[in-house]
C-alpha cells in the first residue's frame, strides 16, 4: 500500500478529507504520518484522533531553512513515502526540498492559478472586482504556486459578498476535488514528465484536468 505524508500548518480541513478518502477507501493509500512546523495546528489533533503519527519541526530548531527542510526531508524518506501531501502548510519549501522530491509533491492554493499566487488571494480577487475566484491543485516546483497545474474548481463572487463567503465556496470545492488528485498520483495515473502534469499518459491543458 501506497504511503502518504501530509504537511500542514494550521486548521488541517483538506487534511481531514485525505483522512477520510483513505478510511473509506477512496484513496487506497496510507497516511504515515502528519508533519507540522506549528505546534498549535489544530491538523495536529485530527491526525491523533485518527491514530495518524504527528511530527514537529519547528524553525527555531533549525540553522536556517534549509536545515530544517532537510531534517523534513529525511524523515519523510525513513517512512518510504510515496505521495508528500502540502495542506495549508504556511513555509515556503527550499528549491532542494522540491527537487529532492520532484514529481511527488501536491499542492492545493486557493486561486485560479496563474492568477494571484501567494497570501491574500480572496482579497486580491475582491479588490479586482473578479466575478469568479476558485482553486488550484498543482505539482510543487522551485516557483512559489508556479508547478504544472493539475486540477481547478471555479466558485461565483458576488456583489456583495465578504471574504468569508468566497473562502467557504472555495473550501467547500477543496474538500472534494484534492482527494481526488491524491488519488490520481497514488494509482500512478498522474505524472509529472518535463515540468508537466500527465494523467493517464496525456498531457494537461494549463489549467488543468477539464471534463468533455
Known amino acids: 500500500m501506497k ?12 487534511l481531514q478529507a485525505l483522512i477520510d478518502a483513505c478510511q473509506n477507501t477512496f484513496i487506497r493509500a496510507k497516511i504515515s504520518a ?21 511530527a514537529l519541526f519547528l524553525r527555531k530548531d533549525y540553522a536556517d ?20 501531501v502540502l495542506a495549508g502548510y504556511m513555509k515556503i519549501l527550499s528549491a532542494e526540498f522540491t527537487r529532492r522530491f520532484s514529481g511527488k509533491i501536491l499542492n492545493i ?11 491574500n488571494t480572496y ?3 475582491l479588490d479586482a472586482g473578479e466575478a469568479e475566484h476558485g482553486t488550484t491543485v498543482h505539482f510543487v516546483n522551485e516557483t512559489v504556486d508556479g ?8 466558485v461565483p463572487i458576488f456583489s456583495d459578498d465578504e471574504i468569508a463567503d468566497i473562502e467557504q465556496r472555495v473550501k467547500a470545492q477543496e474538500v ?11 494509482e500512478e495515473r498522474l505524472q509529472l514528465i518535463d515540468g508537466k502534469a500527465y494523467l493517464d499518459n496525456q498531457p494537461l491543458p494549463p489549467s488543468g484536468y477539464a471534463a468533455e
Open 123 to 125: 482579497r486580491q480577487a
Open 3 to 14: 504511503k502518504i505524508v501530509v504537511l500542514i500548518s494550521g486548521d488541517g480541513t483538506n
Open 109 to 119: 492554493h486557493p486561486s485560479l492559478l496563474p492568477k494571484y499566487p501567494g497570501l
Open 34 to 54: 502528519v508533519i507540522s512546523n506549528n505546534a498549535d495546528a489544530y491538523g495536529l489533533l485530527r491526525a491523533k484522533t485518527a491514530q495518524i503519527p504527528t
Open 65 to 84: 531553512n534549509l536545515a530544517m527542510d532537510m531534517a523534513i526531508g529525511d524523515y519523510i524518506e525513513s517512512l518510504n513515502a510515496d505521495v508528500i
Open 147 to 154: 508547478g504544472a497545474v493539475i486540477l481547478q474548481a471555479k
Open 176 to 186: 472534494q476535488i484534492y482527494p481526488l488528485v491524491v488519488k490520481w498520483l497514488v
